[in-house]
C-alpha cells in the first residue's frame, strides 16, 4: 500500500516569497491533517480536513497560510508571504476516518526561509 | 486535552530493554494513550494505543495502571535503529483524532 506522498521535499526561498506544498494522502483516507514541525519541538496541527470540508483550522495563521483539499483527495498548503518564522518541516497525514486511532504521515517538507 | 509529560533524552545500549515513562495526571475519561515514534526526516509512525492495563504488540509494550495517570512504553531488547524521538500522546477515542505533540524522549542507542 502507498503511503503519503508529499512534495517537495525541500524547499528554500527568501521572506516575503511565496510558497506551496502538496500532498496525496492514501487512497480512501477522508481525513488529511497538515502539521508544522519546528526543529525540536514535536508536530503542530495547522488544519485538520474531513474529505474536502475544513474540520479545525483553529491554529492555521490565516493572514498568511492558506489549505484546500479540492475533491477531497489532494491538498495544498500555501504561505504567502513567508517569514523567517515559518522555517520548519510541514508534515501530511493521513487516516480513514475523524475517530481512527491512527495517522499515517507522509515524510515531509523542509521549508528554509533566508 | 490532557497534557503529557516525558523524559527529554534517555540512552540506552544494544540488546537492553527500554522504558520511557510518561505523565498524565488529567487523563479525561475517554481518553487513549498512544505512541508515535520518529526517526530524523521521517514522519511520525503510530507504534501502539492503550486504554489501562497492557498491550503488546509486535514491536513495544504498554503498560498503563489502574488510575491511568501515567503510562510506560516498553521496548525489549532495542537495537540501533530504534534511535528515535518518541511522542506520549493523549486524546480521546471517540470523535475527532486531534493530536497534540509534545517534544517527546529522545532516544539514543549506542553499541
Known amino acids: 500500500e502507498a503511503g503519503v506522498a508529499q512534495s517537495p521535499r525541500y524547499k528554500i526561498i527568501e521572506k516575503r516569497q511565496s510558497v506551496a506544498f502538496w500532498c496525496n494522502p492514501i487512497?480512501?483516507?477522508?481525513?488529511l491533517y497538515w502539521y508544522q514541525q519546528i526543529l525540536g519541538q514535536g508536530p503542530k496541527l495547522l488544519i485538520q480536513?474531513?474529505?474536502?470540508?475544513?474540520?479545525?483550522d483553529s491554529q492555521l495563521p490565516k493572514d498568511r497560510f492558506s489549505a484546500e483539499r479540492l475533491k477531497g483527495v489532494d491538498s495544498t498548503l500555501k504561505i504567502q508571504p513567508a517569514k523567517l518564522e515559518d522555517s520548519a518541516v510541514y508534515l501530511c497525514?493521513?487516516?480513514?476516518?475523524?475517530?481512527?486511532?491512527?495517522?499515517?504521515f507522509g515524510p515531509g517538507t523542509r521549508l528554509t526561509v533566508l | 486535552l490532557a497534557k503529557t509529560t516525558q523524559p527529554i533524552s534517555m540512552d540506552s545500549y544494544e540488546g537492553q530493554e527500554v522504558n520511557i515513562t510518561c505523565s498524565h495526571n488529567?487523563?479525561?475519561?475517554?481518553?487513549?494513550i498512544t505512541w508515535y515514534q520518529q526517526f530524523p526526516s521521517q514522519g511520525p509512525r503510530f507504534i501502539i494505543q492503550?486504554?489501562?492495563t497492557k498491550v503488546t504488540n509486535e514491536v513495544a509494550s504498554l503498560f498503563i495502571p489502574a488510575d491511568r495517570k501515567s503510562s510506560t512504553l516498553s521496548l525489549p531488547r532495542v537495537s540501533l535503529s530504534d534511535t528515535a524521538v518518541y511522542y506520549c500522546?493523549?486524546?480521546?477515542?471517540?470523535?475527532?483524532?486531534?493530536?497534540?505533540f509534545g517534544t517527546g524522549t529522545r532516544l539514543l542507542v549506542s553499541p
Open positions: 497525514a493521513s487516516s480513514p476516518r475523524r475517530d481512527y486511532n491512527e495517522q499515517f
Open positions: 480536513f474531513q474529505n474536502n470540508g475544513v474540520v479545525d
Open positions: 487512497s480512501g483516507h477522508a481525513t
Open positions: 492503550g486504554y489501562k
Open positions: 488529567n487523563i479525561a475519561t475517554n481518553d487513549y
Open positions: 500522546l493523549v486524546a480521546p477515542g471517540t470523535g475527532f483524532q486531534k493530536l497534540v
